[in-house]
């Protein structure tokens, strides 16, 4: 324990301190040391004992871009393949790139053609995703260099030299830790929700209404903390983890799913104020759901563990809801009278509260459930399904996938297509200029415009600047270090090191400019190893890198000139319209005329279209959070509208869950007041969302939210009552599946007032 002393300053944090609180995990310091190790050995080796200054050159920048540029996930094994596909794809692009840069015309087609594939190519794979920036460093070091093809194979040597060093270096030199960033408090999510719902089942007992109560409360903030704990290492975290893995992806639906089960498991009717009768399956329900989780919790703790006994107690899960379904059937008293008043109306809705919270809790927890099994299947799966995506269980093969997902970006208002324009044809550019205006290390001209290249025109003005006053602050650093060395080459062999250290360090740790300075004394280090010092070098570093910066600019004003907050309210509209149509999709397909030949609408597509608006939007809100410069909406209420997408799709989800298997029963309900009645508080539900997409894609105002209709309610009940009974007046499966079917509609009703407010705010600035 330590005690304050008045008067006293607080000591300064330690170094280690301060680097974890400004690297969390030490990623960027774990990278930067492995490069600082092999870089200069390397370029030393090619350098002095090969005499190759174009095998140093391509040694050095190949284990910058294997090292320090990428840091695949999974298991080692896994990691060195992907190390090794880099180091294959690096020697396919130098061969490329050396073959078309003689000829101006040509170097600048390909580079506009590869640039995009590798920046698209993303969309297809997570792998292919996280090595974009080095593998577009591999063509553009040799598009930017001509040489005779006579010096090609001393290129692929040097990047075979620095691909045989980064294998070793990546499993022997501080390996990246194996534990997703997210796994451990989701799996406390998981645990938390497991008490929480052995709590509420022990206080369906029957022991008294006061039994347990403070228990069941205590469980409650608990699993609200755990939630809260998870969101907010989800929004805090430096990087999106949805760019590198399957496994990372599920992940993150996951955190979306979590939320959503903990607002499942306090939220309400706001017409019920005790819950009726305890149904003795909605209690096992929650027992076994409780189960899943436990399940759940402990195969995000070790990714490498048997999935067997979690899909077990999932199929046991799926069994015990079928069976409260027909249970419940018993519990709704159709033969009863139902006064005229609204609570009387709600009260007797209210019969199924218990079991429709259960069947709402067990569809979220096997939907949570689903994720992590797919996380651990991916996280196991052999890496040729990596490299290519394909996503563990899919019913369609690699190149459908890949099909399926490139056309889900094809449109104009998908960020990865406009980030992978705007890369290509930036790239091609600065290729263009730097030939006609014959600068020198014309390289670093498309490195600079990789560089500065951001999401809109005045936060990459804002990165030019930065990148500019990096480069002239860095170059006063390397004239001063070659002005104290003078002709003593010896020393700067011994700060190179420690110039790439900080390099790889300072971005992440500092600022982008500090690393744009430690990057421009690296680069002046490295090119005045062995000769006399070059000073002309500083003057071309400031030049090319300010060429770099107005070719990104100018890029940025033609594809993005209003930046990410346009792009993600664009992308928020597209998604809650997407799933607004689904969930009328998903009651159509719940209550269509069972006459109709075509048959009802299957939910398929909608459901396809929901999830790809889903996944343009996870990409726009990414972009939406690393964008420098203020926000016009506060994290939380953004987050609170991306979370909402989510919570639209699963309400979407679990109707049609609720009805796939009812076959020929979906006829009961046709032509009667209670299915005239769903359908008619689907349309108002629905309605509101597309105008609440409206709102926020044009700026119009946002709808009130729809209100109870206790007169709707009224005509479900005695269609209910009179239509949807047996010949001894008990109620039917049709009936318990209608009601259901209303519950989830007024779940994403309930949503509404949340997400006004939080689209209000946006309004108000």
Same mark, same amino acid.
């Given at each position: 324990m330590s005690v304050r002393i008045p008067g006293r300053i607080p000591a300064a944090p330690r170094p280690p301190t301060w680097l974890r609180d400004h690297d969390p995990d030490l990623a960027a310091t #774990?990278?930067?040391?492995?490069?600082?190790?092999?870089?200069?050995? @390397?370029?030393?080796?090619?350098?002095?004992?090969?005499?190759?200054?174009?095998?140093?050159?391509?040694?050095?920048?190949?284990?910058?871009?294997?090292?320090?540029?990428?840091?695949?996930?999974?298991?080692?094994?896994?990691?060195?393949?992907?190390?090794?596909?880099?180091?294959?794809?690096?020697?396919?692009?130098?061969?490329?790139?050396?073959?078309?840069?003689?000829?101006?015309?040509?170097?600048?087609?390909?580079? @506009?053609?590869?640039?995009?594939?590798? @920046?698209?190519?993303?969309?297809?794979?997570?792998?292919? *995703?996280?090595?974009?920036?080095?593998?577009?460093?591999?063509?553009?070091?040799?598009?930017?260099?001509?040489?005779?093809?006579?010096?090609?194979?001393?290129?692929?040597?040097?990047?075979? @030299?620095?691909?045989?060093?980064?294998?070793?270096?990546?499993?022997?030199?501080?390996?990246?830790?194996?534990?997703?960033?997210?796994?451990?408090?989701?799996?406390?999510?998981?645990?938390?929700? *497991?008490?929480?719902? %052995?709590?509420?089942?022990?206080?369906?007992?029957?022991?008294?209404?006061?039994?347990?109560?403070?228990?069941?409360?205590?469980?409650?903030?608990?699993?609200?903390?755990?939630?809260?704990?998870?969101?907010?290492?989800?929004?805090?975290?430096?990087?999106?983890?949805?760019?590198?893995?399957?496994?990372?992806?599920?992940?993150?639906?996951?955190?979306?799913?979590?939320?959503?089960?903990?607002?499942?498991?306090?939220?309400?009717?706001?017409?019920?104020?005790?819950?009726?009768?305890?149904?003795?399956?909605?209690?096992?329900?929650?027992?076994?759901?409780?189960?899943?989780?436990?399940?759940?919790?402990?195969?995000?703790?070790?990714? %490498?563990?048997?999935?067997?006994?979690? %899909?077990?107690?999932?199929?046991?899960?799926?069994?015990?809801? #079928?069976?409260?379904?027909?249970?419940?059937?018993?519990?709704?008293p159709a033969d009863h009278p139902v006064g005229d008043s609204a609570a009387e109306i709600y009260g007797f809705l209210a019969t199924l509260d218990l079991s429709f919270r259960a069947q709402e809790l067990g569809f979220a927890v096997l939907q949570a459930a689903g994720n992590v099994d797919l996380a651990a299947t991916a996280w196991q799966r052999p890496w040729p399904d990596r490299l290519l995506g394909r996503v563990p269980g899919a019913r369609t093969g690699p190149p459908a996938l890949a099909r399926e997902r490139a056309a889900a970006h094809l449109g104009l208002g998908s960020v990865w297509l406009r980030n992978s324009l705007r890369g290509a044809v930036g790239l091609a550019i600065a290729v263009l200029l730097a030939d006609l205006t014959g600068v020198q290390h014309s390289f670093w001209v498309l490195l600079g415009t990789l560089s500065v290249l951001r999401s809109n025109a005045l936060s990459t003005g804002q990165n030019a600047l930065r990148a500019v006053l990096g480069t002239v602050a860095g170059s006063f650093a390397g004239a001063g270090l070659l002005h104290l060395t003078g002709h003593h080459g010896t020393a700067l062999w011994f700060l190179l090191p420690l110039a790439v250290l900080v390099a790889g360090i300072a971005p992440a740790a500092v600022s982008f400019t500090a690393g744009q300075a430690a990057f421009t004394v690296t680069l002046v280090v490295l090119f005045n190893i062995g000769r006399n010092p070059d000073w002309h070098i500083v003057l071309f570093r400031v030049q090319d890198i300010a060429l770099g910066c107005a070719v990104s600019i100018v890029v940025a004003l033609f594809f993005w000139p209003r930046g990410a907050a346009a792009a993600v309210h664009g992308a928020l509209a597209e998604a809650y319209s997407a799933g607004a149509r689904y969930l009328a999709d998903a009651v159509r397909f719940a209550l269509g005329p069972s006459d109709d030949p075509a048959g009802a609408p299957t939910p398929e597509r909608g459901n396809r279209e929901a999830a790809a608006s889903a996944r343009r939007l996870d990409d726009a809100f990414r972009t939406y959070v690393t964008e420098r410069g203020a926000k016009p909406l506060p994290l939380a209420d953004m987050t609170a509208l991306v979370t909402g997408v989510a919570a639209l799709r699963l309400a979407a989800d679990a109707v049609v869950s609720l009805w796939q298997g009812a076959g020929p029963a979906r006829g009961d309900a046709d032509r009667t007041d209670a299915h005239r009645a769903v359908l008619g508080a689907a349309s108002r539900v629905t309605e509101w969302y597309g105008g609440f997409a409206a709102s926020l894609g044009r700026g119009t105002p946002v709808p009130d939210p729809v209100p109870l209709r206790p007169e709707a309610a009224s005509r479900l009940v005695e269609s209910v009552?009179?239509?949807?009974?047996?010949?001894?007046?008990?109620?039917?499966?049709?009936?318990?599946?209608?009601?259901?079917?209303?519950?989830?509609?007024?779940?994403? #009703? #309930?949503?509404?007032?949340?997400?006004?407010?939080?689209?209000?705010?946006?309004?108000?600035?």
């Open positions: #774990r990278r930067a040391g492995r490069t600082a190790i092999v870089m200069p050995a @390397l370029f030393a080796l090619c350098g002095q004992v090969f005499h190759s200054p174009t095998m140093a050159s391509f040694a050095a920048f190949g284990s910058f871009s294997m090292l320090l540029l990428v840091d695949f996930s999974g298991p080692m094994t896994e990691r060195l393949r992907a190390q090794a596909g880099l180091a294959v794809a690096w020697g396919v692009l130098i061969c490329l790139g050396t073959l078309v840069a003689r000829t101006t015309w040509l170097a600048v087609v390909t580079t @506009l053609l590869v640039g995009f594939a590798v @920046l698209f190519s993303g969309v297809v794979s997570s792998v292919l *995703a996280g090595s974009s920036t080095a593998l577009l460093l591999a063509f553009v070091l040799p598009v930017t260099t001509p040489v005779p093809l006579s010096l090609l194979p001393e290129r692929l040597a040097g990047a075979g @030299l620095a691909a045989a060093a980064a294998l070793p270096a990546v499993c022997l030199l501080w390996p990246r830790p194996v534990a997703d960033p997210l796994s451990a408090p989701a799996a406390r999510v998981c645990r938390t929700a *497991a008490v929480h719902l %052995r709590a509420d089942a022990s206080g369906l007992g029957g022991r008294g209404p006061g039994t347990g109560a403070a228990r069941r409360r205590s469980a409650a903030d608990r699993t609200a903390e755990a939630g809260a704990a998870l969101r907010s290492a989800f929004d805090e975290t430096p990087y999106r983890p949805t760019g590198l893995s399957t496994t990372s992806r599920a992940l993150v639906r996951l955190v979306d799913e979590l939320t959503w089960l903990t607002t499942i498991l306090v939220d309400r009717p706001a017409y019920t104020d005790e819950p009726p009768p305890c149904d003795p399956a909605a209690r096992t329900v929650r027992l076994v759901a409780a189960d899943v989780l436990d399940h759940a919790a402990g195969l995000l703790t070790d990714l %490498r563990g048997d999935p067997g006994p979690l %899909r077990t107690s999932m199929a046991e899960l799926r069994e015990t809801m #079928r069976g409260m379904e027909e249970s419940s059937t018993v519990r709704l009552r009179g239509d949807l009974v047996d010949g001894c007046g008990q109620a039917t499966a049709t009936a318990v599946r209608i009601i259901w079917t209303g519950d989830h509609i007024d779940v994403a #009703r #309930r949503l509404q007032p949340g997400l006004a407010a939080a689209a209000q705010g946006d309004a108000d600035r």
